[in-house]
């Protein structure tokens, strides 16, 4: 957030992202994100639990779950929030458009949802997710949670504890820049272990560091701009899925 995202246009009267507080200070957003995080886990943690199928709109509802004390949009993905003619990128990766963002979250779902694909390629479901980036902000630990819990589903987890901050975003990045590398399949799959209890999975949530970076410094891209469109449609491109 050291860069000012405003896709609202109202930064100055409503603070960041309209949130409840009308906070502008970025130290003091994350911490209530975190605490509002850390306060709403078990409830999103039982939702989870609870649900047959792990589709697109219990992704929606993990994040409603997380986060709307703090941002009264949450649960609504950006198609809701976001021009249709604007994205949003960060640095020289570029995400997913608000109207194609459904369908990239979808095929890490239908990734994920079978557990030999999922065991196979994690980081191929965790890059979907990514580039999708539904949501305003909130995306990484909305994310981070949803593919857990595929993972126990497919009966193993993901030894985050041994992953490293920077080799990890590394890996993230490139596997948006280029998906079919596998970058981030070959990172993830050597870190597979036996199925974690979920009693465990919120003080691991709350153990890991910056792994979440992904809604950090994104600024808005202009699809009706000829340049920034054709840098759009360079990485929409590189995926295998349709509306």
Same mark, same amino acid.
């Given at each position: 957030?050291?860069? !000012?995202?405003?896709?609202?246009?109202?930064?100055?009267?409503?603070?960041?992202?309209?949130?409840?507080?009308?906070?502008?200070?970025?130290?003091?957003?994350?911490?209530?994100? %975190?605490?509002?995080?850390?306060?709403?886990?078990?409830?999103?943690?039982?939702?989870?639990?609870?649900?047959?199928?792990?589709?697109?709109?219990?992704?929606?509802? @993990?994040?409603?779950?997380?986060?709307?004390?703090?941002?009264?949009? +949450?649960?609504? &993905? $950006?198609?809701?929030?976001?021009?249709?003619?604007? *994205?949003?990128?960060?640095?020289?990766?570029?995400?997913?458009?608000?109207?194609? !963002?459904?369908?990239?979250?979808?095929?890490?779902?239908?990734?994920?949802?079978?557990?030999?694909?999922?065991? *196979?390629?994690?980081?191929? @479901?965790?890059?979907?997710?990514?580039?999708?980036?539904?949501?305003?902000?909130?995306?990484?630990?909305?994310?981070?949670? @949803? %593919?857990?819990?595929?993972?126990?589903?497919?009966?193993?987890?993901?030894?985050? +504890? $041994?992953?490293?901050?920077?080799?990890?975003?590394?890996?993230?990045?490139?596997?948006?820049?280029?998906?079919?590398?596998?970058?981030?399949?070959?990172?993830?799959?050597? !870190?597979?272990?036996?199925?974690?209890? $979920?009693?465990?999975?919120?003080?691991?949530?709350?153990?890991?560091?910056?792994?979440?970076?992904?809604?950090? &410094? @994104?600024? *808005?891209?202009?699809?009706?701009? +000829?340049?920034?469109?054709?840098?759009?449609?360079?990485?929409?491109?590189? $995926?295998?899925?349709?509306?």
């Amino acid at each position: 957030m050291s860069k !000012l995202f405003d896709p609202f246009g109202d930064f100055q009267t409503a603070g960041y992202l309209r949130n409840t507080s009308q906070l502008h200070d970025p130290n003091l957003i994350k911490e209530l994100e %975190h605490q509002n995080f850390k306060a709403n886990l078990p409830t999103a943690l039982s939702f989870l639990e609870k649900r047959r199928t792990i589709d697109y709109s219990a992704f929606l509802q @993990v994040h409603k779950i997380l986060f709307s004390d703090f941002y009264p949009w +949450a649960g609504q &993905d $950006r198609l809701r929030c976001h021009s249709e003619r604007k *994205t949003v990128n960060k640095d020289d990766i570029v995400f997913c458009a608000p109207q194609m !963002l459904r369908a990239a979250v979808e095929e890490g779902l239908r990734i994920g949802n079978k557990a030999a694909t999922m065991k *196979t390629r994690p980081g191929s @479901v965790m890059g979907m997710f990514a580039y999708g980036h539904r949501f305003l902000d909130g995306n990484g630990r909305t994310m981070l949670l @949803v %593919h857990m819990e595929l993972c126990f589903r497919a009966k193993f987890a993901i030894d985050w +504890a $041994r992953t490293n901050k920077n080799e990890y975003l590394s890996a993230l990045s490139a596997e948006l820049k280029n998906p079919n590398d596998n970058v981030l399949n070959d990172y993830l799959c050597p !870190l597979i272990v036996a199925q974690e209890p $979920r009693t465990q999975w919120g003080a691991s949530l709350l153990d890991l560091k910056g792994l979440d970076g992904v809604d950090d &410094d @994104v600024q *808005t891209l202009d699809l009706n701009d +000829a340049q920034q469109s054709k840098l759009y449609e360079e990485f929409e491109n590189k $995926r295998n899925y349709k509306l």
